[in-house]
């Protein structure tokens, strides 16, 4: 059941002008973003004969540094419609009385809309890839960089199917989840580099940045999976209690 809801999520966003405008305004800003950063690699190669840094540390981290404040502008409009537009049109009473679990429901919507975000991601991850064509990409970098892309959108989306089962208006909830994503973004600027802070660990930012680096960390990775598996386990406990008072 779970991949049934699931499919049915991604179909009706292939199916939504909306969700292909998206991919292509994403696509083109993300691809003007990778020429600007190759022009200038060309233009300060010759000052980077014999360093360490190379077309990775110049190109592809800075792009995925950008695809993920793109993804943060973009997740809300995707995500927005996953409860709220359910409970608008009055269907979610008729998932509330079919033979399946809160789980099952709020899992396969989740599923479906990652689904969409990680082909997103694929294709963004298509540019720095196409290097391999003529130069060397380090590997381990360009990895944990589509890591740290992965796991923050598994976070955006789980937050953003939240608070799309707090209300019934679907610009509402891509309002709050854009002002909910912002805070978290910028949660350990006033911090400063403390990064034992509560603040710093709590920031989307800086456990991004670690994994932009090139720094595999575990702890980076269990933060990004608690606070995907806090919310699904939040919008679970939200759906069933409405069905409880309904």
Not at 77 to 102: D, G, K, Q, Y
Not at 105 to 112: A, E, P, T
Not at 224 to 232: C, E, K, M, Q, V
Request: charged letters at 10%; proline letters at 2%.
């Amino acid at each position: 059941m779970i991949r049934t809801i699931a499919g049915r999520e991604l179909r009706s966003l292939f199916l939504s002008p909306l969700a292909w405008s998206i991919l292509a305004v994403v696509q083109v800003i993300m691809a003007y973003i990778f020429l600007a950063r190759m022009e200038l690699f060309f233009q300060l190669q010759p000052r980077l004969a014999g360093t360490s840094i190379g077309v990775t540390d110049i190109v592809v981290t800075y792009l995925y540094n950008n695809a993920a404040v793109v993804m943060m502008l973009i997740v809300p409009l995707l995500t927005m419609r996953l409860v709220s537009e359910e409970r608008r049109s009055r269907t979610l009473t008729l998932l509330f009385s079919a033979p399946v679990s809160m789980t099952e429901i709020i899992l396969g919507k989740y599923l479906g809309i990652m689904a969409f975000l990680l082909v997103m991601a694929g294709v963004i991850s298509l540019m720095p890839l196409s290097l391999l064509i003529w130069g060397n990409l380090d590997m381990g970098k360009f990895a944990a960089c589509v890591l740290g892309l992965t796991l923050l959108l598994a976070s955006f989306a789980s937050l953003g199917l939240f608070i799309s089962t707090l209300t019934v208006q679907p610009t509402i909830a891509a309002v709050g989840t854009f002002g909910a994503l912002l805070l978290l973004w910028v949660l350990d600027w006033k911090g400063g580099d403390g990064s034992d802070s509560v603040l710093a660990y709590l920031s989307l930012l800086r456990h991004y940045v670690s994994l932009l680096q090139g720094v595999f960390s575990s702890r980076d990775v269990i933060y990004y999976l608690l606070f995907s598996l806090t919310f699904i386990a939040l919008s679970i406990n939200r759906l069933d209690g409405q069905r409880l008072q309904n």
